[in-house]
């Protein structure tokens, strides 16, 4: 891969400004949170379940839409993309999901090389990046199998595969490693590390304990849709309900 | 990506999805291939039927029948009178020599009979043909009695029941296919309508994981326009094939019945094909292009 144009290296990337989510009829999912994230940055974000870690991560890429306060990604108010401007925003970035949105009715191969071939990259290219970003996590034997004929671990790894393939510049992934065992995580963990050190900045929503100590990075911590805690790199991590 | 490359793109797709959910597929084309059937049967039997009602109209006409020493003048005269009258589609001058030769004709077994006439055997006549859609009548019946009192008409052959009834059947038949079509037509849409709300429902978790990596909805949508279109044409032409082979196989069976020298004497005509095959693709992209209107508004990127 690529080293990607380079920019100022504190210039934010993702900024959040006294932002609150309310979904129809529900209680707050958010409540008030602000925070900056630098270009090239490794963020975790930790919470207990229903803290509201997966939906601060859908307002990044306008899954969803702030009842309140504003995003801004790249500079750019999310909220106020028009419509038609939306899968531009989303191409910059990639999403793994905690449910891994893989479509069923395409191959391994289809779903991670969906992007490259509507952007027009001819077969042996998609080939190519299909074959790179499937054997970084080892699954590079599994392109013409149907996401239903593999485990759910499995079926992580393809989603990670295709949130690789574009090189983004931001990568978001909700509970990543909730799926693998540890030797798997320990893996895909070393590919963040790689694609971080690439240039890509990364927001990565996990309740594994074991995934936050491992390499010292910024924690963000919400607590009912509260942004509880904000650690930076080396401070010590206070003891939360996982 | 240019629009070459798009459309063989969405070709492609359409064609993959086409063949590995070839159940749905089957379903949706057989729902527009069945409706396109029974629509394209009910077209043929009217089409025959309508031919043959045109037949018959093109029979009926009033005859009157003239004095033999009537003048140029009082037939022009009078011709021109009946040419003018509403429901009168022409006047014919059949002249006695002409009327005897077409007497021979059709019954050459009584030939012999006026063989040795001096005189022709039948009068010179006008025969007043008529659209029975057109007339009125009780003004026909005023009308022919008029003509009969003329001084140079021998006497006037109006045949109006037979009319009567052309009318009728032309009319009833007109009445029932359009009411028997609208049917069809409403049948074949709620059919059509509801596999496509079942392949919405199949489709809209695929379009949400497309919406999210990022695919605009013109890349997002083609694939599914082209896969109802090729859908719709299967369906129009299975619906045309088994239009043939029924039609075939009745008409060796039934042609010497009455019935089925009636319903079924034309095969469905090259316009009725193509019409068919055409309404089954135009049915089959409309579905989709509804149905995707449908996950339009369940997307959940609407603006605050
Ligand atoms: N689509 C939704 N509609 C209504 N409430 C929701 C929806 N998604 C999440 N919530 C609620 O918002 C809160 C935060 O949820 P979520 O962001 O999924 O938390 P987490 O990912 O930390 O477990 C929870 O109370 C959850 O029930
Ligand atoms: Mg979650």
């Known amino acids: ?39 090239g940055d490794f963020v975790f974000l930790t919470g207990p379940s229903g803290a509201g870690k997966t939906t601060l991560l859908k307002l990044i890429f306008r899954e969803e839409i702030p009842s309140q306060g504003q995003i801004l990604v790249n500079g ?93 510049e931001i990568l978001i992934a909700d509970e990543p490693t909730g799926n693998l065992d540890p030797d798997l995580s320990e893996e895909i963990l070393s590919i963040f590390h790689e694609i971080n050190e690439q240039g890509t900045t990364l927001l990565i929503a996990t309740h594994d304990r074991w995934l936050l100590e491992r390499l010292g990075k910024r924690i963000l911590t919400l607590r009912a849709g509260r942004l509880a805690d904000d650690s930076q790199p080396l401070s010590t991590t206070e003891g939360e309900t996982p | ?13 359409a064609a993959i999805s086409l063949v590995r959910s070839w159940r749905v597929s089957l379903l949706a084309v057989l729902t527009i291939g069945v409706s396109l059937f029974v629509s394209g049967m009910l077209l043929l039997v009217s089409g025959n039927l309508s ?22 003048d009082q037939i022009t005269t009078l011709r021109k009178t009946m040419a003018e009258a509403p429901g009168v589609v022409g006047v014919e001058y059949v002249d006695a020599k002409a009327a005897g030769e077409n007497f021979r004709r059709s019954f050459p077994s009584l030939s012999d009979l006026v063989e040795g006439w001096k005189s022709e055997p039948l009068p010179p006549s006008l025969e007043v043909s008529l659209d029975p859609e057109m007339i009125d009548f009780a003004w026909v019946q005023g009308w022919t009695e008029e003509i009969r009192r003329r001084p140079f008409v021998e006497m006037v052959d109006d045949d109006q029941d037979w009319i009567k009834q ?79 082979g029924v039609h075939y196989a009745l ?37 989709a292009v509804f149905s995707l209107r449908r996950e339009d508004l369940a997307a959940p990127t609407e603006d605050p």
């Open chain 1, 1 to 39: 891969m690529q080293a990607r144009k380079i920019l100022p290296p504190k210039n934010a990337v993702i900024q959040f400004f006294h932002v609150s989510k309310q979904y129809p009829g529900g209680q707050l999912a958010l409540d008030d949170v602000s925070f900056e994230l630098p270009r």
């Open chain 1, 76 to 168: 750019r108010n999310v909220a106020s993309i028009p419509r038609t401007k939306i899968p531009f925003l989303r191409r910059t970035i990639s999403v793994v999901f905690q449910d891994f949105r893989l479509i069923p009715r395409k191959t391994v191969f289809e779903n991670v090389s969906f992007l490259p071939r509507i952007l027009g990259a001819d077969l042996s290219r998609q080939k190519r990046l299909a074959q790179e970003a499937l054997d970084r996590v080892g699954l590079g034997h599994r392109m013409g199998a149907f996401p239903l004929q593999l485990s759910g671990g499995e079926q992580q790894r393809v989603s990670i595969a295709r949130a690789l393939i574009n090189e983004p």
């Open chain 2, 1 to 13: 990506m240019n629009l070459w490359q798009a459309l063989v793109y969405f070709l492609r797709e």
């Open chain 2, 51 to 72: 031919g043959i009602l045109a037949d018959w109209q093109a029979r009926a006409r009033i005859i009157v029948y003239l004095e033999s020493d009537a003048s140029e």
């Open chain 2, 166 to 244: 052309v009318a009728t059947a032309v009319a009833l038949a007109q009445g029932i296919g359009i009411a028997l079509g609208l049917v069809l037509l409403a049948a074949a849409m709620f059919t059509i309508a509801s596999v496509i709300r079942l392949t919405a429902y199949l489709y809209h978790e695929e379009i949400a994981v497309m919406r999210i990596v990022g695919a605009t909805e013109f890349f997002i949508r083609g694939p599914f326009y082209f896969e109802g279109f090729l859908q719709g044409l299967l369906g129009g032409l299975l619906a045309t094939g088994s239009l043939f």
């Open chain 2, 251 to 287: 008409k060796a069976r039934y042609s010497a019945s009455v019935w089925g020298g009636v319903f079924l004497e034309q095969a469905p005509s090259l316009g009725a094909q193509g019409f068919l095959i055409a309404l089954g693709a135009v049915a089959g992209l409309l579905g």
